[in-house]
T-cell receptor
Framework: ETGVTQTPRHLVMGMTNKKSLKCEQH?????MYWYKQSAKKPLELMFV???????ENNSVPSRFSPECPNSSHLFLHLHTLQPEDSALYLC????????????????FGPGTRLTVL | DQQVKQNSPSLSVQEGRISILNCDYT??????FLWYKKYPAEGPTFLIS?????DKNEDGRFTVFLNKSAKHLSLHIVPSQPGDSAVYFC??????????????FGTGTRLTIIP
């Protein structure tokens, strides 16, 4: 595998289910991100992890719970979601501190299309 | 309130012609602007960026222009090729220690190149 992979690619869940999204990066990066893209809305940053530590939580509801066990893996645990949480969830990774002030280039996975019934 | 706006949801351009994608922003603290390209069933991929201290950056067929006074940037693709058909996202960032963590994205413009 190369780049950033995400599983599953599609997920349908009921509001009472518990599921997890998985992201893995094969780029040796030290930062990972979760984004949400709802229909006709911009990509919205949810969480940022640097060196496995969470450094950004963009006011995300607690029904979304991230986990970063190491710098290559990132999970998003989902529980008691609402239909409005249906969206494309994108994971990204970057190598921090190498761009000399320019934004680190973020490499995105293909996303998980989540539908909450 | 959207700080980065792409007001054209779609654009069709003849192959070989110039494609111009536009982006407006409201936050004067943004110091870098980026364009990402997304094909169906794939994640966005970085295309080109520009620092707020510049007004132009060129990379092959892609040129980004920045007009700070108007808070406007544009991506020019010339000549346009069928493989350029994709959704293009404008994004902006503010400087943070040791590189950027937070990008603010627009809603995207779907570019279709007509053969």
């Amino acid at each position: 595998e190369t780049g950033v992979t995400q599983t599953p690619r599609h997920l349908v869940m009921g509001m009472t289910n518990k599921k997890s999204l998985k992201c893995e990066q094969h780029l040796g990066h030290n930062a990972m991100y979760w984004y949400k893209q709802s229909a006709k809305k911009p990509l919205e940053l949810m969480f940022v992890y640097n060196f496995k530590e969470q450094t950004e939580n963009n006011s995300v509801p607690s029904r979304f719970s991230p986990e970063c066990p190491n710098s290559s893996h990132l999970f998003l645990h989902l529980h008691t979601l609402q239909p409005e949480d249906s969206a494309l969830y994108l994971c990204a990774s970057s190598q921090r501190g190498t761009s000399g002030g320019a934004p680190d280039t973020q490499y995105f996975g293909p996303g998980t299309r989540l539908t909450v019934l | 309130d959207q700080q980065v706006k792409q007001n054209s949801p779609s654009l069709s351009v003849q192959e070989g012609r110039i494609s111009i994608l536009n982006c407006d922003y409201t936050n004067s603290m943004f110091d870098y602007f980026l364009w990402y390209k997304k094909y169906p069933a794939e994640g966005p991929t970085f295309l080109i960026s520009i620092s707020s201290i510049k007004d132009k950056n060129e990379d092959g067929r892609f040129t980004v222009f920045l007009n700070k006074s108007a808070k406007h940037l544009s991506l020019h693709i010339v000549p346009s090729q069928p493989g350029d058909s994709a959704v293009y996202f404008c994004a902006a960032s503010t400087y943070q220690n040791f590189g950027n963590e937070k990008l603010t994205f627009g809603t995207g413009t779907r570019l279709t190149i007509i053969p």
